[in-house]
């Protein structure tokens, strides 16, 4: 069993990034609008809060290129992507240029407005009721609005840095 190295009591960074890419989750694509343009970011950082009323959560990193426009949002959507579309993934993991991003997947408009992709294993559409500065990062607190589900597959998960179908 390999121990985590401690400096001054708190983990050090690689240590803590190593042992959480052993967490799998599903890979999601958060889309907003503002200012009549389409942002989107890939986030695995994504949570159920509560189902009374029906709340989840989305962590954003502040220096990511489209934190402006979920800084400014009031609705958000967590598009949660299904197997073959490691490719929808990569695009919105923060190299291609904002706008660019949306020519992959097929795009519609939710009722709130925002980008919702036709064929996600779902979409949540959320109302913002909160955010949260935590280290580098934002936490999005979002009262799901509306809910699409595609029944087809299950979700795309990343564990131990890659992508797993199941």
């Known amino acids: 069993m390999n121990m985590a190295k401690h400096r001054f009591g708190i983990v050090d960074?690689?240590?803590?990034?190593?042992?959480?890419?052993?967490?799998?989750?599903?890979?999601?694509?958060?889309?907003?609008?503002?200012?009549?343009?389409?942002?989107?970011?890939?986030?695995?950082?994504?949570?159920s809060v509560s189902d009374t009323p029906p709340t989840l959560l989305v962590c954003i990193n502040r220096a990511?290129?489209?934190f402006h426009a979920f800084e400014n949002t009031r609705h958000f959507?967590?598009?949660?992507?299904?197997?073959?579309?490691?490719?929808i993934s990569?695009?919105?993991?923060?190299?291609?240029?904002?706008?660019d991003r949306f020519a992959h997947g097929n795009w519609t408009e939710g009722v709130t407005g925002v980008p919702v992709l036709v064929n996600a294993s779902v979409s949540f559409e959320c109302e913002l009721t909160n955010a949260v500065d935590e280290a580098t990062h934002r936490i999005l607190f979002g009262r799901v609005v509306g809910?699409?589900?595609?029944?087809?597959?299950?979700?795309?998960?990343?564990?131990?840095?890659r992508y797993i179908r199941v």
């Open 90 to 99: 990569n695009v919105f993991g923060g190299k291609t240029p904002t706008q």
């Open 64 to 66: 990511s290129s489209c």
């Open 77 to 87: 959507c967590v598009n949660t992507l299904m197997p073959g579309q490691e490719d």
């Open 13 to 47: 960074t690689d240590t803590f990034r190593n042992g959480m890419s052993r967490l799998g989750s599903a890979v999601s694509v958060v889309t907003t609008r503002s200012d009549g343009e389409r942002y989107g970011f890939t986030a695995s950082a994504v949570c």
């Open 147 to 161: 809910v699409r589900e595609n029944e087809e597959q299950a979700a795309l998960l990343y564990c131990m840095r």
